[in-house]
């Protein structure tokens, strides 16, 4: 499987995407514009609150090809951070009030500079998450000992997996890959993750059309499953729903399930989740330095509102603090239900 | 009128019946949605119950229902099919322990 990239599929680029999500598929559904949505609550404009996380696509190049990417990643993506971006981005983490430091990819460990970066960011005194697919701790033996490196610096690995039965993971992310991660999850509790402070966090997302269930009752079936068929633990499961982009959008359209999706998006919109979308206190970077409200508006190409808020280089705390989130109807994705951040449920 | 006797539109007119009889709906639907909400049992269970049912019942609307539900509850396929072998033993177990009737009827009736 290819990225719509490698493919030249129009949904590759951010401007086609936006223009479906407009349009629709058809003439008779047009849901309603998203910031008529929200404006009810007070929080339109919707201001950024600070800037807690830095969240950094350290590349697009991955070892997997997910049906459901929103960064269409894969081994065919050739974009990664540079060092000189990567030095960009520490300088910047110097900020006090900027706590964590989260690392996501495609497969952020791709990058050369990965531990390099991870132990710079470490003697700053950040809390570190890295977004570990599991499957690169088995892709290659010089990935082998990331558990002891991630125990090192105590990061956070939180993981995908999107199921506890080996069909519907490996559905969603390639023949072989629940087995793969099966292993790299107990390499992971071999360290010592997934009980006391080596935090081990999964994530689950719908392998299929429809939104995740309620979190805690799924993160008790996915602890008992796991430990009673693998012998895993873990701490929390972060049921997080699909946006309507990228590699999941293409699937929902040639799948006729688009205006479906969008129907239950749009339905399931909670207004008390509007009050905590992560977009307002993380900040999203781009593997070439430039900035963004969240990883899902870096995959549609809008930038950060403001004229100086659109690269690291020009990182300016006081200005990203105050700017103006950018919405668009992506963003329904994230006030369904009990909402969806990368962390899960927002209430 | 309809050609067929199940549309799957039909599905999502099916809070339409208070049209008719807005008290008992109204009831009804009370009582269902309290049904299948967390309680002693999870959602998900809950959910495989009723596919389970549906398919004693032979409901293509709650079939339909019940699978979307089932996978967004977080059930998988496996787990689904168990829950309908469930159903078509109790199903098959109906009919065959009613075999024990015909047997005492037969017995009776023979020398």
């Known amino acids: 499987m290819k990225s719509l990239k490698a493919l030249n599929n129009p949904l590759s680029t951010g401007q086609k995407q936006l223009d479906l999500l407009h349009k629709g598929t058809s003439e008779t559904y047009k849901p309603p514009l998203f910031v008529d949505t929200i404006e009810p609550t007070g929080h339109f404009p919707m201001k950024a609150k600070g800037v807690e996380v830095l969240q950094i696509n350290m590349g697009k190049m991955c070892n997997q090809v997910c049906k459901h990417c929103h960064v269409d990643a894969g081994p065919d993506r050739q974009e990664i951070m540079t060092r000189a971006t990567l030095e960009l981005c520490l300088n910047v983490l110097k900020n006090e009030s900027i706590t964590t430091v989260d690392l996501t990819g495609g497969a952020p460990e791709m990058n050369p500079e990965f531990r390099w970066f991870v132990t710079e960011a470490s003697a700053l005194g950040k809390h570190i998450i890295v977004r570990c697919n599991l499957t690169i701790l088995l892709a290659n033996k010089k990935y082998n000992d990331l558990p002891q490196f991630f125990k090192q610096h105590k990061v956070e690995v939180v993981s995908s997996l999107p199921h506890f039965s080996a069909r519907r993971t490996d559905a969603q992310r390639g023949e072989g890959v629940f087995e793969k991660s099966i292993k790299a999850l107990q390499m992971l509790n071999a360290v010592g993750y997934g009980s006391g402070d080596l935090l081990l966090n999964l994530v689950y997302n719908p392998s299929g059309a429809f939104l995740p269930p309620a979190q805690a009752s799924l993160e008790r079936d996915f602890k008992k499953k796991l430990k009673d068929q693998y012998g895993i633990e873990f701490g929390q499961l972060f049921a997080i729903t699909n946006m309507p982009i990228s590699r999941y959008l293409d699937y929902l359209v040639a799948s006729g399930q688009y205006e479906d999706y969008m129907t239950q998006l749009v339905d399931a919109y909670n207004p008390m989740a509007v009050e905590h979308v992560m977009c307002r206190t993380t900040l999203s970077v781009g593997w070439d330095g430039q900035l963004y409200d969240c990883d899902f508006n870096q995959m549609l190409e809008i930038n950060c509102s403001g004229t100086k808020n659109k690269h690291i280089a020009d990182f300016d705390l006081e200005a990203l603090e105050n700017r103006n989130i950018l919405l668009d109807q992506h963003c329904y994705g994230c006030t369904a239900g009990a909402g969806s951040s990368c962390g899960g449920e927002v209430v | ?111």
């Open chain 2, 1 to 111: 009128m309809s050609k067929s006797y199940y549309e799957p539109s039909d599905l999502g007119k099916f809070g339409d019946i208070k049209d008719f009889q807005p008290e008992l709906a109204e009831k009804f639907f009370g009582y269902y949605n309290s049904v299948f909400q967390e309680g002693a049992l999870s959602e998900r269970e809950k959910s495989l119950i009723a596919l389970a049912v549906a398919h004693a019942v032979q409901c293509p609307y709650c079939i339909d229902a019940y699978t979307s539900t089932s996978l967004e509850k977080g059930s998988d396929e496996e787990e689904m099919m168990e829950a309908i072998h469930v159903a078509a033993a109790i199903k098959g177990g109906a009919a065959l322990v009613h075999g024990v009737q015909m047997m005492n009827k037969a017995k009776d009736m023979s020398m």
